[in-house]
């Protein structure tokens, strides 16, 4: 009876290690001095850039406001209003944008309106498309590092996607703010210095033409962004990170917003952690394929939040086991995974995000993760299934 326990402990422990080696080897990595690139003399591609859009006349001048002045002749501006029922049309044409208006009230979800913009797009296709969600920020010369740098590579390019707190936010914004640039900033550049591809971020993605055959954009999955990453390195070509490009958007100030923003992300990182990995390593095995297999241990990398409590957990559960029946085994690895997770977590801290949160607030981070253990519970109990868009603080 010991021995099997001792078994199921072990296996569990190993399984919550996996993830915290892939954190902490990402973390050490970016942590080694920037490379420098310089920017290519070659001819900077036309472009489209594609913005897709539901009810967003509140934000949507000032996103097109950011994109316009970096536009060369040739370039087009493009959004997409996906079920509009606001001004969003109207406000995009007199912010001087090209204007496609969708109406289908049974298939709602970003992937849809991305695939009607790129259909119409194909009346005239431009050499990259570069998608901007309508409530983000482009900062300067952006679109022209974006391009080139797919000019450079001929595959797609991610560019650095940040979530700011708005002003006055509590310290769970702040905590969620910390660990948005640990997972879009720090990991990514990690798995950089290694040659290997990121995740796609939703929002300052880069695509050549080409490259969008390759896959289906007419989704409504929760994280269609994550998805369409793995299906295009699954394709041979693994997206690469761009962190000269810089992307921004704010955390809603609402508790509300904030709740409904959380839960579509999560629920949809979890249900394709769960869904989609074994398939994938299957495939990067049968493929020799190691861009995919670094995507797909990248996948499986919990929401920060989760892991810590999961690591948590374990502990207590193996350290107990070990005062009980003294199996030392689980609760060694299970104390080892938890160390390495501390630790990324400071070294994330010290090198990326001394200057965004005083440490104290980090020390706030494990009650901001039991918090959030409703939501998850909620992921076993009612899965959020279907595309939501995130409330706006004017909503």
């Not at 591609?45 to 509140?58: F, G, I, M, N, Y």
């Not at 944008?97 to 992937?111: I, M, N, P, T, Y």
């Amino acid at each position: 009876m010991m021995s099997v326990l001792g078994w199921l402990l072990g296996l569990l422990a190993v399984i919550a290690l996996l993830p915290a080696v892939v954190f902490f080897v990402q973390v050490l990595l970016a942590c080694l001095p920037a490379r420098s690139r310089p920017m290519g003399n070659s001819v900077r591609p036309r472009v489209a850039v594609l913005v897709p859009a539901h009810d967003e006349a509140s934000i949507i001048r000032a996103t097109l406001a950011t994109i316009g002045p970096q536009l060369l002749e040739g370039d087009r501006l493009l959004v997409v209003a996906d079920n509009c029922t606001d001004d969003t049309a109207r406000l995009a044409r007199e912010a001087g944008a090209e204007v496609v208006e969708r109406h289908d009230a049974l298939l709602r979800g970003k992937g849809y309106a991305l695939d009607f913009g790129v259909r119409y797009l194909a009346q005239q296709p431009p050499e990259v498309v570069i998608v901007v969600d309508a409530d983000c920020q482009v900062s300067e010369g952006a679109i022209e590092r974006l391009a080139r740098r797919y000019r450079e590579v001929e595959r797609p390019v991610q560019a650095l996607y940040l979530m700011r707190a708005p002003a006055g936010a509590g310290l769970k914004v702040q905590v969620a703010e910390f660990a948005w640039r640990v997972k879009n900033l720090v990991r990514p550049r990690g798995w950089a210095r290694l040659g290997l591809p990121c995740q796609l971020m939703g929002t300052g993605m880069a695509f050549g033409w080409h490259d969008l055959a390759l896959i289906e954009l007419a989704n409504g999955h929760l994280v269609e962004d994550v998805k369409l990453g793995l299906d295009l390195c699954q394709q041979g070509k693994p997206p690469v990170f761009c962190p000269e490009a810089l992307v921004t958007s704010q955390f809603p100030a609402s508790q509300h917003g904030l709740n409904s923003q959380r839960t579509r992300w999560e629920h949809g990182h979890l249900g394709l952690m769960l869904a989609d990995a074994p398939k994938r390593v299957q495939a990067a095995l049968a493929q020799g394929n190691g861009s995919l297999l670094a995507m797909t241990l990248d996948l499986m990398v919990p929401p920060l939040a989760l892991l810590v409590l999961t690591l948590i957990g374990l502990n207590l559960v193996t350290w107990l086991a070990y005062l009980l029946f003294g199996l030392v085994a689980p609760a060694c690895i299970a104390i080892t995974a938890l160390g390495m997770l501390g630790l990324a977590v400071l070294l994330a801290w010290a090198r990326f995000c001394r200057e965004l949160i005083p440490f104290s607030v980090l020390l706030y981070a494990p009650f901001y993760a039991a918090r959030k253990i409703p939501l998850y519970l909620g992921f076993l109990i009612r899965r959020q299934v279907e595309w939501v868009r995130s409330k706006r603080d004017d909503d």
